[in-house]
């Protein structure tokens, strides 16, 4: 592998709805994409997931394409380029952090690798599934629009549920999704808003262990790894943390201090795709359960998403859910779901069709590095 060109994309992409958390709302998607080229001719595409604000993790779009720009192409295209895309990765390695930027060089790395080799990233990764059970995501509400909502992705196919809750929209609104639907596999996610020293929340938390969650993610702010494992052993419900743990070694004081029950897995957190599947692993020796993640990907991130969410490993409902639920049109054929299911793309590297008008209608910059 050769690399001769990189281009930087900036994208203005409308959400369907605005998705609302404890840690505020996702409205519009900026998505940086990034397209490869080699001297060979071969091209690899890959997507930078960071959001629009540093509200999930330190993580921004506009930061993300400083860094890019400034930083990680610059080095990347250094003397001729890298021989491969572990070499390339490797060429990044000095600059700490930017885990999302990182993995959307990554992503492209291995899309125009794996076009050199003809595999599938999914065969890449090690997955052992055709399609893996989708999951869909429910805003912060009120008990009335959350259980409405909950009524409609279930009725578009969904058998997995994540509400996204916070202090003083919890017990009630979990309470009244379980009246209506009482078997249904359904967890909440905090994004961190919840303080254990406040009797109100942890009375709270201890009341949300009635419902059969299937799990209770991030209930505590990303660094209370020590309150994390009080809270472990309060509840019954496995507690599983995303921002908590944005590298290995978290993951490491993590599982040493028993602040987890299992690991919410998105590669741009983590810093791509084969730092993702290391976690995997090593929360499979450990007996941890897994959970595929999202973070509002475009189709391509999606695709490279779902091929490692058919990795053996993922026993905990995901939040992947199909294209429509996100963004119509996509930036590529349509992720769709089939009874429940998302299938595994399974062609050359991530494996789907880019819809190229869509993406030339929604970018707003373009840089090309030589
Ligand atoms: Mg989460």
Redesign the pocket.
């Known amino acids: 592998m050769r690399l001769r060109t990189v281009e930087l994309l900036r994208l203005a992409l409308d959400l369907r709805f605005a998705l609302r958390?404890s840690a505020g709302e996702h409205a519009h998607r900026p998505l940086l994409v990034l397209r490869v080229t080699t001297v060979d001719g071969a091209t690899g595409i890959g997507e930078c997931s960071a959001l629009a604000e540093p509200t999930y993790t330190e993580e921004y779009a506009d930061g993300a394409e400083a860094v890019l720009r400034d930083h990680l192409i610059p080095r990347l295209l250094a003397d001729g380029g890298p021989s491969s895309a572990a070499a390339g990765l490797r060429r990044l390695g000095d600059v700490r952090g930017h885990a999302m930027a990182k993995a959307g060089v990554e992503m492209a790395l291995l899309d125009v690798e794996l076009a050199e080799t003809g595999e599938s990233l999914a065969n890449y990764l090690g997955a052992t599934r055709s399609s893996i059970p989708a999951g869909a995501n429910v805003s912060l509400g009120a008990p009335s629009s959350v259980v409405a909502e909950v009524r409609s992705v279930v009725a578009d196919g969904y058998r997995r549920v994540?509400i996204k809750i916070a202090p003083g929209a919890d017990v009630a609104v979990v309470r009244a999704v379980r009246e209506a639907f009482p078997d249904l596999a359904l967890s909440v996610?905090a994004?961190g808003a919840y303080d254990l020293e406040r009797e109100e929340h942890r009375v709270a938390l201890l009341d949300l262990d009635e419902f059969g969650l299937t799990c209770l993610?991030?209930p505590l702010a990303p660094g209370e790894l020590v309150a994390s494992a009080e809270l472990c052993a309060m509840l019954e419900t496995p507690v599983i943390l995303?921002?908590s743990i944005v590298r290995q070694s978290d993951f490491e004081t993590a599982v040493v201090l028993s602040a987890l029950d299992g690991v919410?897995i998105k590669p741009a957190r983590l810093g791509g795709l084969i730092a993702a599947r290391a976690m995997h692993d090593r929360a499979r020796v450990l007996g941890l359960m897994c959970s595929i993640?999202g973070m509002l990907e475009s189709g391509i991130g999606r695709a490279a998403s779902i091929a490692l969410g058919a990795l053996p490993g993922f026993d905990l409902p995901g939040?992947l859910g199909a294209s429509d639920r996100y963004f119509v049109p996509d930036l590529t054929e349509p992720h769709v779901l089939v009874d429940g299911e998302l299938t595994v793309p399974n062609g050359v590297g991530l494996g789907v069709a880019l819809d190229e008008e869509t993406i030339a209608r929604t970018t707003v910059r373009a840089q090309l590095f030589e």
């Open positions: 958390t994540k996610d994004n993610e991030q995303d921002e919410s993640g939040d």
